[in-house]
């Protein structure tokens, strides 16, 4: 896949102060995006294996790459789990994703606006923008103009029911989100977007130029799935 507010990056240690923490957790609640996402970058496995166990009583989805987790749902239900993680000892660099800087949904974009039932299901990916701000914000200008100037691009997410298509931004990683009808799969519908449709293709091959792997990633990897936790 080619895709995908700048947010506060976040240290827990034992230095840090309770009213600054309350302040960011109401911010998380405020946000105007119905869904956000929560990413924890941990030192190691063992590290990681403890904060899975805290995050089974969250409602929101689970979901990990290595030393990655990241928890995606509603932002009413984040409520006390970094309160949570920090008093627990556990130490892990924080991403939020609270506003999307781009959205495509089925109900306002296609022609037949019928949805699926939820619940979704939802593929989480991620990658980075290049190291360089003017192509970064190139890319974003793409976005923002893409439903009027590459309106196959929202056709092909049509054509392969899509129910709902986001892409956070937090520095220069994205986020992407894709949520698809619970009985089917991203591998079943992907290609659809693609099919009699060489305008999204030349968008994914500009988009692909914007990108690279996050930390961690393979040579000439981009985009990396995250697994989700049952």
Known sequence: MKYLPV?????????????????????????????????????????????????KATPMECYQ??????????????????????????TAKIKRYNSPMYIFDKASRCPDTTTAPKPWKNYLLTANLVEDSALQQEYVNYHAAQFDEWPEVAQGFC?????????????????????????????????LTLENNPRMMEWNNIMSTYQEGIEGTAPYETWVFLEKVE
């Not at 230095?15 to 941990?42: M, P, R």
């Open 159 to 191: 054509n392969a029911n899509f129910q709902q298509l986001l892409v956070y931004k937090n520095g220069r990683q994205l986020l992407l989100v894709i949520s698809v009808p619970a009985d089917k799969t991203l591998d079943e519908l992907d290609p």
């Open 65 to 90: 790459w290595k030393n990655h987790v990241v928890l995606f749902g509603n932002a009413a239900d984040t409520a006390g789990i970094v309160p949570s993680i920090k008093q627990s000892g556990l």
């Open 7 to 55: 947010l506060l990056v976040v240290f827990i240690t034992a230095a840090c102060g309770q009213k600054n923490q309350k302040k960011t957790d109401e911010e998380i609640v405020l946000s105007k995006s119905n869904s956000i996402a929560i990413e924890f970058i941990l030192k190691d496995e063992v590290g990681k294996n403890a904060l899975l166990n805290l995050l």
